[in-house]
Nanobody, 118 residues
Framework: QVQVVESGGGLVEAGGSLRLSCAASGRTSSRYVMGWFRQAPGKEREFVARITGSGGSTSYADSVKGRFTISREYAKNTVYLQMNSLKPEDTAVYYC???????????WGQGTQVTVSS
């Protein structure tokens, strides 16, 4: 019903920046709650950031607060994760999600690798 696709991952030095993009499509309305989780090898998938359907409220994990910013561009049905002051511990596969419908149902993207070198 809904397709979620991330992009923008890559290799960056500590202290650098990356911007991840996530597009969700398949429903008439694009005003989904959307966000990001990340997962490093051998670790649990952990919450990173989320944004409301209206874009009026955001929340962040303590580990990224002040460094990461989530935003959305409705014209492109896209959510972004701007990641600044990256640390090696930010290295993970980053997964975008969209919460869709009344239940809601959570749809996941395929993940994009972010690697931060020391």
């Amino acid at each position: 019903q809904v397709q979620v696709v991330e992009s923008g991952g890559g290799l960056v030095e500590a202290g650098g920046s990356l911007r991840l993009s996530c597009a969700a499509s398949g429903r008439t309305s694009s005003r989904y709650v959307m966000g990001w989780f990340r997962q490093a090898p051998g670790k649990e998938r952990e919450f990173v950031a989320r944004i409301t359907g209206s874009g009026g409220s955001t929340s962040y994990a303590d580990s990224v607060k002040g460094r990461f910013t989530i935003s959305r561009e409705y014209a492109k049905n896209t959510v972004y994760l701007q990641m600044n002051s990256l640390k090696p511990e930010d290295t993970a596969v980053y997964y975008c999600y969209a919460d869709v419908g009344a239940t809601p149902s959570r749809y996941w993207g395929q993940g994009t690798q972010v690697t931060v070198s020391s």
